[in-house]
T-cell receptor
Framework: AQSVAQPEDQVNVAEGNPLTVKCTYS??????LFWYVQYPNRGLQFLLK??????LVKGSYGFEAEFNKSQTSFHLKKPSALVSDSALYFCAVRDPGRGYSTLTFGKGTMLLVSP | DAGVIQSPRHEVTEMGQEVTLRCKLISGHNSLFWYRQTMMRGLELLIYFNNNVPIDDSGMPEDRFSAKMPNASFSTLKIQPSEPRDSAVYFCASSFAGTQNNNQPQHFGDGTRLSIL
């Protein structure tokens, strides 16, 4: 079975500082990994994905994520946080070997960026 | 391009009433997902369709819930009769899944906030 863990319920960072939101996963094969962001009263918005190739993936709004197979991690990063980055962030995994398109989501991490 | 469109955005009704939530997929997408989000349980997958066919409905809470895809671009989620514990935000999402391509992201609508009194 595939699973995702986001160990932090909340991450606090000051504007201008780098941010990291952690994600670890468990799948039987090579994973497809995704990050989504949810703003209040909105649906989840796709940020970036890892399928294969370069371990550093760049996405929307200056975010990037690093795939680490040995640590089974896919942490979301941004060099300089903005107050407007404050939102709920979800990591998700898909096992391509299953043949289905369903994603398994983590429980989410609330990112709070202070001015 | 129009994204996934859900209606209504808000629904308040009394317990026992029938509730119908609607979703329009992004043009060209062939996979449809219904999710429910609550503070207590987070984001839960209710049901997944591919090419209008239900593939996995193991997340549907009970027989009071039903979902259909009458055509390739539209889906409904119905709750009958509704109960207060059904109060949540319901999202639908769509994506394209081909036989050789299963790595496309899901695109979410902005949800229906359902309150059952």
């Amino acid at each position: 079975a595939q699973s995702v863990a986001q160990p932090e319920d909340q991450v606090n960072v000051a504007e201008g500082n780098p941010l990291t939101v952690k994600c670890t996963y468990s799948v039987s094969g090579n994973p497809y990994l995704f990050w989504y962001v949810q703003y209040p009263n909105r649906g989840l918005q796709f940020l970036l994905k890892y399928i294969t190739g370069d371990n550093l993936v760049k996405g929307s709004y200056g975010f990037e994520a690093e795939f680490n197979k040995s640590q089974t991690s896919f942490h979301l990063k941004k060099p300089s946080a903005l107050v407007s980055d404050s939102a709920l962030y979800f990591c998700a995994v898909r096992d391509p070997g299953r043949g289905y398109s369903t994603l398994t989501f983590g429980k989410g991490t609330m990112l709070l960026v202070s001015p | 391009d129009a994204g996934v469109i859900q209606s209504p955005r808000h629904e308040v009704t009394e317990m026992g009433q029938e509730v119908t939530l609607r979703c329009k997929l992004i043009s060209g997408h062939n996979s449809l997902f219904w999710y429910r989000q609550t503070m207590m349980r987070g984001l839960e997958l209710l049901i997944y369709f591919n090419n209008n066919v239900p593939i996995d409905d193991s997340g549907m809470p009970e027989d009071r819930f039903s979902a259909k895809m009458p055509n390739a671009s539209f889906s409904t989620l119905k709750i009958q009769p509704s109960e207060p514990r059904d109060s949540a935000v319901y999202f639908c999402a769509s994506s394209f899944a081909g036989t050789q391509n299963n790595n496309q992201p899901q695109h979410f609508g902005d949800g229906t906030r359902l309150s059952i009194l």
